[in-house]
């Protein structure tokens, strides 16, 4: 009897979910009346500059792209920031890296009396 054992080697591809690198924008004040929306669901750019993540530095631009037609960039540029309920502090945008599952909120400035 023979004793020789033949094995077959197969290989099958596994496929990596996608990540992901969709965040919740919640527009507040003027940056709701601008977009006419109180939230939404964006999905950040996957570039190769933005392998680690997306700088939350570039995400006004971003979203005033989106939005083009409306005030929204010019609410933005006076705005303040807020990620998972935690504010940014100002001039902080470039150390925040959204990687997906964050809710962003826009803080607009606001007077009263």
């Not at 006004?60 to 920031?81: M, P, Y």
């Amino acid at each position: 009897m023979d004793a020789s054992v033949t094995s077959k080697s197969s290989f099958t591809t596994e496929t990596r979910p996608k990540p992901n690198r969709t965040i919740t924008v919640l527009y507040f004040a003027a940056a709701s009346t601008a977009t006419g929306l109180t939230f939404g669901s964006i999905e950040l750019p996957t570039t190769s500059s933005h392998t680690q993540g997306f700088p939350l530095s570039e995400l006004a631009a971003f979203l005033e792209a989106r939005h083009a037609g409306t005030d929204l960039g010019k609410i933005l540029r006076t705005s303040r920031w807020s990620v998972d309920a935690e504010m940014v502090e100002e001039g902080e945008e470039d150390s925040v890296i959204l990687k997906g599952g964050e809710e962003v909120a826009i803080i607009c400035p606001v007077s009263g009396g």
